[in-house]
């Protein structure tokens, strides 16, 4: 897959998890504007399916230029490539897929874990 897909895999996992009291003022401010737990999980399923569609877009694209240099290089020396197109869905696909259900889990346990403390700050005037 390249090293340019795993630096991104990479960054967009430590940027999913940040330092803790961010997250937890993060968390805080939705519970003040009113979000349920409920509310807390759809929120954060959807950052992970926006990460995960940025995984699988650029893992695509990388792929598909890394295809094409294999193509040409092989049409250059005559090997045949016993390869298809589908391979460069099949991985990132995968690593997008693993990557969304860290970053579901983890946020859901961390919400959980700050949702039975019931520590939502009063609302300064």
């Given at each position: 897959?390249?090293?340019?897909?795993?630096?991104?895999?990479?960054?967009?996992?430590?940027?999913?998890?940040?330092?803790?009291?961010?997250?937890?003022?993060?968390?805080?401010?939705?519970?003040?504007l009113?979000?349920?737990f409920?509310?807390?999980?759809s929120?954060?399923?959807?950052?992970?399916?926006?990460?995960?569609?940025?995984?699988?877009?650029?893992?695509?694209?990388?792929?598909?230029?890394?295809?094409?240099?294999?193509?040409?290089?092989?049409?250059?020396?005559?090997?045949?490539?016993k390869?298809?197109?589908?391979?460069?869905?099949?991985?990132?696909?995968?690593i997008?897929?693993?990557?969304?259900?860290?970053?579901?889990?983890?946020?859901?346990?961390?919400?959980?874990?700050?949702?039975?403390?019931?520590?939502?700050?009063?609302?300064?005037?």
């Open positions: 897959m390249g090293a340019p897909f795993i630096i991104v895999l990479a960054n967009i996992i430590s940027i999913a998890i940040i330092s803790s009291s961010q997250r937890n003022e993060s968390i805080y401010q939705l519970q003040i009113g979000f349920s409920t509310d807390l999980l929120e954060k399923c959807l950052e992970a399916l926006l990460y995960a569609g940025v995984i699988f877009f650029v893992g695509i694209v990388n792929n598909t230029f890394l295809f094409e240099a294999i193509l040409r290089a092989a049409q250059n020396t005559g090997v045949t490539v390869d298809n197109w589908f391979s460069i869905i099949y991985w990132p696909g995968v997008s897929i693993i990557a969304f259900l860290f970053i579901v889990i983890i946020d859901i346990a961390h919400i959980y874990r700050i949702s039975t403390r019931n520590e939502v700050p009063e609302v300064i005037e």
